[in-house]
């Protein structure tokens, strides 16, 4: 491990060939330097690796890029995990391959982690964020406890995507680094780490700077992963009240189906929801 780098920023690639190359020069105009950029091409079926490589031999920060080609495509969250694995800071930034930092990003980041050792997630708000957040009910600017945290993050009022959260690598009291959960969620990975860091006693903080843009291509994947969802709901069951087990059930079930209602053309709505109704309701139940 290099103890004197701060931060790993992880890029993980598949298919960004319209997108990566901005996302990269973002990374190259960071005013704080003392970073290391790993990036994992996951197998695209475009020409991201080559777009890539042609880049590095330029770009002015290419003795700080670890380029990591794979041998043969990985899923979604098992490729995420793949640039961690070969990070050595204390720090992980994830930098999706079609967002982009603002040029302050790392600096803001570090003048709050250098200040606060307990701190195990520091999340920043997009540049798109206007007014009240997702997270303004939690409070801005100052250390929340992983008490509370736990909290909202089995109310599933706290799941910050890879790209707005900063989190420390390794586990201070196991040694052991964090990951995602490749195993059993299908797509919502986060939910796993934010779960692990929290429950291994470290505090939250959610930054008032808004430093990400998120979501430069012209398709993201949008949808909320339900079965994510119930899979954690069943994971926590035990830490939940009476009260908040129906309420976050309420929310899972009345996400599902608004999601729904978006996704399947109204000519074919009627047979697909009655489906999907039959199956959450029996979800509620065996719980």
């Known amino acids: 491990m290099n103890n004197d780098l701060f931060f790993s920023v992880c890029t993980e690639v598949t298919n960004r060939s319209s997108t990566i190359i901005d996302t990269i020069k973002s990374i190259e105009k960071q005013i704080f330097k003392n970073y290391e950029y790993i990036i994992y091409e996951n197998?695209?079926?475009?020409?991201?690796?080559?777009i890539i490589k042609s880049h590095i031999q330029q770009s002015p920060i290419r003795e700080k890029i670890k380029l990591i080609p794979g041998q043969m495509r990985k899923k979604d969250i098992e490729s995420w995990n793949m640039p961690l694995k070969y990070a050595e800071a204390t720090y992980i930034a994830v930098c999706e391959g079609?967002?982009?930092?603002?040029?302050?990003h790392l600096e803001n980041l570090h003048y709050i982690l250098s200040n606060n050792l307990k701190i195990g997630i520091l999340v920043s708000l997009r540049t798109d964020?206007?007014?009240l957040s997702n997270y303004s009910h939690l409070g801005y600017d100052r250390t929340l406890n992983s008490r509370k945290m736990?909290?909202?993050?089995?109310?599933?009022d706290f799941c910050?995507?890879?790209?707005e959260a900063c989190f420390l690598r390794v586990n201070p009291a196991t040694k052991?680094?964090?990951?995602?959960?490749e195993e059993n969620l299908v797509y919502a990975g986060e939910y796993?780490?934010?779960e692990s860091i929290i429950s291994s006693g470290l505090d939250c903080y959610i930054s008032s700077k808004r430093s990400i843009e998120r979501g430069l291509s012209e398709y993201r994947k949008g949808y909320f992963h339900i079965k994510d969802a119930y899979f954690c709901r069943q994971t926590w069951m035990k830490l939940y009240k009476n009260d908040q087990f129906l309420k976050v059930s309420e929310k899972l079930f009345k996400k599902s189906f608004s999601i729904l209602l978006?996704?399947?053309?109204?000519?074919?709505l009627e047979g697909k929801l009655l489906n999907h109704l039959k199956e959450e309701f029996s979800n509620v139940r065996k719980l």
């Open 98 to 104: 079609d967002d982009m930092f603002d040029e302050n």
């Open 129 to 131: 964020d206007s007014g």
């Open 150 to 156: 736990k909290q909202s993050l089995i109310g599933f």
């Open 43 to 50: 197998c695209s079926d475009d020409n991201s690796l080559e």
């Open 262 to 268: 978006s996704q399947i053309p109204s000519l074919k």
């Open 192 to 194: 796993s780490i934010y």
């Open 176 to 181: 052991e680094s964090f990951f995602y959960d």
């Open 160 to 163: 910050p995507a890879p790209s």
